[in-house]
């Protein structure tokens, strides 16, 4: 019953996003494809992050990281002269995980807040090593000579296949996460977090599920930095900046976590009210921040949170 | 019909002083000129936030979807490298009121990008110059660890060839030089030399003072001017920076600008407002000179290269690659009678001085 | 001086107490009697205000207490030990005692390291260090050392050897020979019998039964129908 | 009878004191053996250092003739060992049916798939469901393990026990907090566990554990002070003294 | 050589009790009471900018700092009845997401009410100029100051946290909080009044290090993270742990950014060496906690827990 909202709530935001074309075109209004991708990105990280965040209880301080990543990933490969977003996926997959081992090894021996704090130190310093990295253009980046190719093709110039490309990613991405929380790996995953004694005491060691999910998600993370590359045509290390990892958890928290569907409903929202209030005011930071304080004032578990209120209560009224 | 115009300015973040005076200088233009080139303005104002990808899709969404006609900004090069591609792609001008990029000043200099500003190099060769010049043998080196800062510190030695105890790189954002300054006091150089823009520019001033160090002459671009003054106050004085303008030029467009600018925002402009002020007029002078006909782009562009408006800095002018040919001072830390604190200009160092870059610029 | 009318409360959706009714004068003892999750410690919940009640009364001297925060309760002579211990991971065994203790009647660290005598030998080690028993200890010390004049105990023998089992009835009889209300529940119903004056039987959220030690004695088929025993 | 379980010289400290001192201490196959001592004594001290939880500053842990100290707490419990614990430990966030299924699933094939669904595998519910009948739970199996009363908890910790499938059960004081009844039928359970388990039962509840016993260890400050069978330990004064005082046995 | 590094490592422990200061409240809040509160950094800003006002207005520095902290209480108790109480009972990660919107709301908030130009305070007469050390090298008074300020304020919090019954009931009702108030105390208004104390010694640290400091928007947000790595890195709830984690995060960066070139250069060629040290410079308080957190992983002076 309550697997059956959440993936109401996606197949709703699916939906939502697959009518964008059809409302850009209505409107008018092709830019709005632009930022409809970017959502798609973003969302793809979020929930990337939420299968750590919300089923493991690791809260990832790092996972901009990831971002920075993949979108690396891009840059280099074009100037080593390969253009194929197959290619830059793979690669961009293959970074994260070797990331994501290494660090995730050393960061699982602590727990909590020394979890929090580790990672973000490890995306740190991957980002002053960018920072540092002259020849990507170091602090200030360097725009992409173009978007990366598909089967030969350069379909991604147009803004229309990117987004679908990156509802298709989202789509398919959601389906694995999906599965494998509610795999037997992903129980022993929540249990690791309800619970490491107990697990322990039944035969798990959580190390190894906590770690693979951990590189699961880094390489998730990394194909929202692919994606989030092609779109800005422009790369820079402030991608992997620790404030783009505080907002990936703002969007998991925003949308609820342990959801998935929450993940990627956070993300729209943030992007959307940041996109709207930005129009109307200077000062649209200070309308954010008091949302999110009202959020979690009065509404908490985020928008699935609400979502499942509103159902108890409709549920009850009948 | 009129003419649209995207500001693409930091207006959050500990850098947002820099682009408040950005955009409140052009729109100080626009409203003592009652629009642009005769024609009614309007002006969309968007933050960058100081992030590259945030700038680039803003600055899509500028050309894309508001469909301006000009876009002016930004604060940063970083930024400047973000949107560049974006605008200029779409075939609408780009304006930069700051940032100015070696390579956009030379090989990958583009027919639609202009700049108001002047090289990034340029006011460090000033220093660099000023250094030289004073016969100093020991110059102490210091700036942040970054892009920008690298090209600050190659910019002084471009024009300086004495000799350089220490080149050190802080790391971006330092709150604390009391690890550098000590190295500076015992190596005791002949001057120091540094770039450091914003709060670390005004932590640096204040604690150079507090460690006693005000008799080795400060040298610095980007430190001491009118956005980090207000929060250097006395530590400051006398401090010594290279700039393309100060308050006090004898211009009196000018100074009457400063005037204006001081009444409507209650504070002093720095160069970062006279920059943005002189691209709005960059822009009326042009659209005056094709009667507001923006439809032929070749002709808005010839009209935007022959610069023709009274630049707050007096004479002004475009190079081959649309960076400006233009005056270079030395400026000092000065507090005005009213007790407010600006800089002022104490000499020129470079007459009518072009860019190194603007050889390499092939513009088609 | 404790009277508690009605007392309906749950969690969330779901309604456990349907109607609670029970009062205890000044120096009774009294029991809750009950099945595994009949609602014996929702019932002490609501009562301290642990969780909301959603009907009836709680009355402490006469003064109605239904909706106070729990360190009201507290402070008009309640004592709690808890379900499950509850001691206070990061601190010591002394800070334990010490932190919310009110000084002023007769319990005072150096009586209860009388009365726990392991207690005392511990007392540096921090709350989670202690063996189960050595924390049940700890938590009925510390609800003494607030010197209540009804002290409330939710399995009050959890995990105790028979020894000190014996011990704290028989600190309980002294408790309650000093004039104090109790309110237990334990599994143990023979030495309950022993101890109090009163039973209240649950089952489902409301009460079935009540009566003396005598009357519950004299009734097997109470024991067996309500308790299985 | 041969011994399926040792441990020989346990010794663990914090800092000056001696939780299990010099400890040995053998379990036989199919037997219940009782551990009892005051509070204190080191009872669980001595569980979490068999089951793999706690390292002992010396002295073996050896299973079935094989020497198990290295083995880690989950290795253990894959060559047949499960306990459960006196601070009740479950997972409070499950339903008592995944709590139990997830041990199930813990000796049942490799938990690294990822992609076919864990809630409709037949297998592991249908194995969990008779482990929660066993301990008269199966009527709570839907609900949230946190929403149990602490006597269900208590019942759940067995039942999670059961499902990884031991020879050998190390249990401190199941029957704590459960009433009457439900003690009474989980005195049953273990009756029958005997048959087929060796168990090392940890419990205060005297009545219990003098009528499961077969051999009953007595546990003093770190050290067995007596074992014997019920009836010599009920005589023995040593026992009395330091630990029963006039419980009726 | 001997000279300059002994400066340098006097530099590194100002340093580090500079950082102490602005952890100080942070280690009652986070620490003790285990809250996490992204906010801690604009408080601390807000007492900056609080100070430059009060300043500006008195033109007296005592004054100010008179004025300050008591503003700065009441500043605490304001949010604390709006906010946080609200927060307690909540996972870290509401708490995050709340103070996160607060860190917006307010850094927005002082950007309209003081602009976004850096202020300043001015050095109290009584402590400007420095004291003559070795040879040529001379130090701050105010430095000096600031020195005894965060010695004293660490043992200051020492003693209320692990000698008075308060610090006893804020770490109990950190880990439980419904049995504290069952036990009978007033959790709400002891938390209350506890926080708007943390929340002004934030504002007290700000004040303080306004005249060295620039105060402007971003002051806040550049220490947090840093007030963050300081008290894991001591181990999360023990006072002495963030002080030793102030110090030595004060001293390791100094030296490493005064000797790190140095020694790169002994062992490697000195293009690659300034090029490394100067990507490691950063890096440097990064790397000293993930390899604090690796070889003990509850930080210096934490309890394991579990
Ligand atoms: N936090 C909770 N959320 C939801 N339901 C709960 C919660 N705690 C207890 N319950 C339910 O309330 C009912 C009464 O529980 P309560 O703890 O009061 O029982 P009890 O009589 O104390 O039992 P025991 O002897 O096992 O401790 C039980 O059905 C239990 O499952
Ligand atoms: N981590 C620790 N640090 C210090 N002392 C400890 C630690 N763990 C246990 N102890 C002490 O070791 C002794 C034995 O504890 P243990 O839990 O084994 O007792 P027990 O026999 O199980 O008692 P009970 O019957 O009360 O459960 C206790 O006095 C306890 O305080
Ligand atoms: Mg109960
Ligand atoms: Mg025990």
Redesign the pocket.
């Known amino acids: 019953m309550r697997l059956m909202g959440r993936d109401l709530v996606a197949l709703l935001l699916f939906a939502g996003f697959a009518a964008v074309p059809l409302l850009a075109n209505l409107l008018q209004d092709p830019f709005l494809l632009v930022i409809a991708t970017r959502m798609l990105a973003f969302a793809i990280a979020a929930m990337g992050l939420d299968l750590v965040l919300g089923y493991g209880a690791l809260v990832s301080f790092g996972h901009a990281a990831y971002l920075g990543i993949g979108a690396y990933a891009v840059t280099i490969l074009m100037r080593l002269g390969v253009y194929d977003i197959g290619l830059h996926l793979l690669a961009g997959i293959a970074a994260a995980v070797v990331f994501a081992v290494g660090t995730g090894a050393v960061s699982l021996r602590t727990r909590g807040v020394y979890f929090i704090m580790i990672t973000l130190a490890f995306s740190q310093m991957a980002y002053f090593f960018f920072v540092s990295f002259s020849a990507l253009g170091g602090d200030d980046g360097a725009s992409l000579p173009q978007r990366s190719t598909l089967f030969g093709h350069d379909l991604l110039e147009n803004d229309l296949w990117l987004f679908w490309l990156a509802l298709g990613l989202l789509i398919g991405l959601f389906l694995v996460c999906r599965a494998i929380v509610g795999s037997r790996f992903g129980r022993v995953l929540c249990g690791a977090r309800e619970n490491p004694q107990r697990m322990q005491a039944i035969g798990f060691v959580p190390f190894g599920y906590q770690l693979t999910a951990y590189v699961i998600s880094g390489a998730i993370t990394s194909i929202a930095g692919v994606l989030l590359a092609n779109q800005a045509e422009f790369v820079s290390p402030a991608l992997m900046n620790w404030h783009r990892s505080g907002e990936l958890i703002v969007m998991v928290v925003l949308g609820g976590i342990g959801t998935l569907s929450g993940a990627i409903a956070g993300a729209v929202l943030a992007l959307l009210l940041e996109e709207t209030l930005a129009g109307f005011t200077q000062y649209w930071k200070l309308w954010f921040g008091l949302f999110l304080v009202g959020i979690v004032l009065f509404a908490p578990g985020g928008v699935q949170g609400l979502v499942a209120r509103i159902k108890l209560q409709i549920g009850s009224r009948r | 019909e009129g003419v649209k115009v995207g500001l693409m300015f930091t207006l959050s973040g500990p850098a947002a002083a820099l682009g408040e005076q950005g955009r409140n200088g052009f729109q100080l233009a626009v409203a003592q000129m009652g629009g642009l080139g005769g024609m009614p303005a309007e002006v969309v104002v968007v933050d960058d936030e100081q992030k590259p990808d945030v700038a680039a899709n803003k600055a899509r969404e500028l050309v894309e979807r508001d469909n301006v006609d000009f876009v002016v900004g930004p604060i940063f090069s970083n930024i400047l490298m973000a949107i560049h591609k974006p605008v200029t792609d779409a075939g609408k001008f780009l304006i930069s009121p700051n940032a100015g990029t070696s390579n956009f000043a030379g090989a990958d200099c583009n027919p639609n990008f202009f700049v108001t500003s002047y090289q990034n190099d340029q006011s460090h060769q000033v220093m660099g110059a000023y250094a030289q010049s004073q016969g100093f043998q020991n110059v102490f080196l210091m700036a942040p660890n970054y892009q920008a800062g690298k090209d600050s510190l190659n910019g002084f030695k471009r024009s300086y060839t004495g000799g350089v105890v220490a080149e050190v790189f802080t790391p971006l954002g330092q709150l604390d030089f009391s690890a550098e300054l000590a190295q500076i006091a015992a190596y005791q150089p002949d001057a120091v030399f540094t770039f450091m823009p914003g709060g670390m520019g005004v932590n640096l001033v204040k604690q150079y003072r507090q460690a006693g160090l005000e008799n080795i002459p400060f040298l610095s671009a980007f430190t001491v001017d009118e956005s980090t003054l207000p929060g250097q106050k006395d530590a400051a004085l006398g401090f010594l920076a290279g700039a393309n303008w100060a308050p006090d030029i004898d211009v009196p467009e000018s100074k009457a600008f400063v005037a204006a600018y001081e009444a409507a925002y209650g504070a002093v402009p720095g160069s970062y407002a006279m920059q943005a002020y002189d691209a709005a007029q960059l822009i009326d002078s042009a659209l005056r000179k094709v009667g507001g006909d923006m439809s032929n782009a070749d002709a808005l562009r010839s009209a935007l290269e022959a610069a023709e408006f009274k630049s707050l800095r007096g004479k002004f002018a475009f190079g081959n690659n649309h960076y400006p040919i233009q005056n270079f001072y030395l400026t000092q830390a000065i507090k005005r009678d009213d007790g407010k604190y600006q800089t002022s200009i104490v000499q020129t160092i470079f007459e009518d001085y072009q860019d190194t870059y603007a050889a390499d610029c092939k513009m088609k | 001086m404790l009277r508690v009318e009605g007392l309906h409360a749950g ?1 969330g959706a ?1 309604q ?1 107490l349907f109607g609670i009714d029970l009062q205890i004068s000044e120096g009774e003892a009294v029991t809750l009697l ?1 099945r ?7 019932t002490i919940k609501a009562l301290f205000g642990l969780i909301p009640s959603t009907g009836g009364r709680v009355l402490v001297d006469g003064a109605d207490l239904t909706h106070a925060a729990p360190h009201v309760l507290a402070q008009s002579g309640l004592g709690l030990v808890p ?1 499950g211990r509850q001691v206070f991971p990061t601190l010591t065994v002394e800070e334990n005692l010490r932190a919310t203790a009110r000084p002023g009647g007769h319990w005072n660290l150096a009586r209860i390291y009388d009365l726990f005598p392991r207690l005392h030998e511990r007392r540096r080690n921090m709350g989670t260090q202690l063996s189960g028993g050595e924390q049940q200890m700890l938590a009925i010390g510390r609800a003494l050392m607030t010197n209540p004049r009804l002290i409330v105990l939710d399995e009050a023998t959890e995990g105790l050897a028979p020894l000190i089992r014996a011990d704290i009835w028989a600190c309980l009889r002294r408790i309650k020979d000093e004039g104090h209300a109790i309110l237990v529940i334990d599994k143990n119903v023979d030495a309950l019998s022993a101890l109090a004056d009163r039973h209240i039987v649950i089952e489902k959220g409301r009460v079935v039964w009540q009566g003396s030690s005598a009357q519950l004695m004299a009734n097997p088929d109470v024991k067996d129908r309500f308790l299985h025993v | 009878m041969s011994v399926v379980l040792s441990a020989q010289g346990l010794r663990k400290s914090y800092g000056a004191l001696t939780v299990t001192d010099n400890l040995s201490l053998d379990l036989h196959q199919d037997e219940l053996l009782a551990v009892i001592g005051p509070n204190g004594a080191g009872k669980t001290t001595l569980i979490n250092q068999l089951s793999g939880q706690l390292r002992p500053d010396a002295g073996r842990v050896v299973l079935a003739g094989r020497d198990i100290s290295d083995q880690s707490m989950a290795q253990r419990v894959h060559l047949g060992m499960a306990r459960t614990f006196q601070i009740t430990s479950i997972l409070p966030g499950f339903s008592v049916l995944e709590n139990v299924a997830l041990a199930v699933q813990a000796r049942s094939g490799s938990s690294f798939r990822f992609f076919r669904a864990a809630a409709g595998q037949r297998r592991l519910n249908d194995a969990a469901m008779a482990h929660l009948a066993e301990v008269d739970l199966d009527a709570d199996a839907q609900r949230r393990a ?7 908890q208590r019942q759940l910790e067995l039942a999670i026990a059961l499902a990884t499938d031991p020879h050998i059960l190390l249990l401190d004081e199941p029957l704590a ?1 459960t ?1 009457g009844a439900e003690a009474a039928r989980l005195v049953a359970l273990m009756q029958r566990l005997k048959a087929r388990h060796s168990i090392l039962l940890i419990e205060h509840d005297m009545r219990a554990v003098f009528a499961l016993a077969n051999r009953i260890a007595v546990m003093v400050y770190g050290q067995i002070i007596a074992t014997g069978t019920p009836d010599e330990i009920r005589a023995n004064p040593r026992v009395r003294a330091a630990y029963l005082g006039q419980e009726s046995v | 050589m001997t000279n300059l590094f002994l400066l340098q490592l006097l530099n590194g422990a100002q340093l580090g009790v500079l950082l102490f200061l602005i952890a100080a409240g942070l280690t009652l809040i986070f620490g003790i009471m285990d809250f996490i509160n992204l906010a801690h950094g604009v408080l601390y800003m807000v007492g900056a900018y609080v100070m430059a006002s009060f300043a500006m207005l008195t033109g007296s520095f005592w004054l100010a700092l008179g004025l300050t902290v008591p503003a700065m209480l009441i500043c605490g108790l304001l949010l604390e009845f709006t906010v946080f109480r609200a927060l307690y009972a909540r996972s870290h990660l509401d708490q995050v997401l709340a103070t996160f919107g607060l860190v917006l709301v307010i850094s927005e908030g002082v950007k309209i009410l003081w602009g976004s130009a850096p202020l300043t305070v001015p050095m109290p007469d009584l402590l400007s100029g420095s004291v003559g050390l070795i040879g040529p090298l001379k130090y701050p008074v105010y430095r000096l100051a600031i020195l005894v300020v965060g010695l004293a304020s660490a043992l200051g919090l020492y003693v209320l946290i692990t000698q008075t019954r308060i610090g006893m009931l804020l770490r109990a009702g950190a880990s439980n909080r419904e049995m504290v108030s069952a036990l009978g105390v007033n959790v709400g208004r002891l938390f209350a009044m506890v926080f708007a104390f943390g929340a002004m010694l934030a504002g007290f640290a700000g004040a303080i290090v306004a005249p060295i400091l620039s105060v402007d928007t971003g002051m806040g947000e550049s220490v947090l993270i840093l007030a963050f790595v300081v008290i894991v890195i001591g181990g999360i709830g023990s006072i002495r742990g963030a002080f030793m984690g102030a110090l030595l995060v004060g001293v390791v960066d100094t030296m490493g950014r005064s000797f790190g070139p140095i020694v790169l250069r002994m062992i490697m060629e000195p293009a690659a060496a300034g090029q490394l040290g100067r990507t490691l410079a950063p890096m440097l308080v990064y790397i000293l906690m993930a390899a604090i957190l690796f070889a003990r992983p509850a930080g210096l002076f934490g309890r394991r827990a579990e």
């Open positions: 969690y779901s456990i009950g595994n999750g009949m609602g014996k410690t929702t379900e | 946190a929403d149990l009363s602490h006597g269900k907090g009433g």
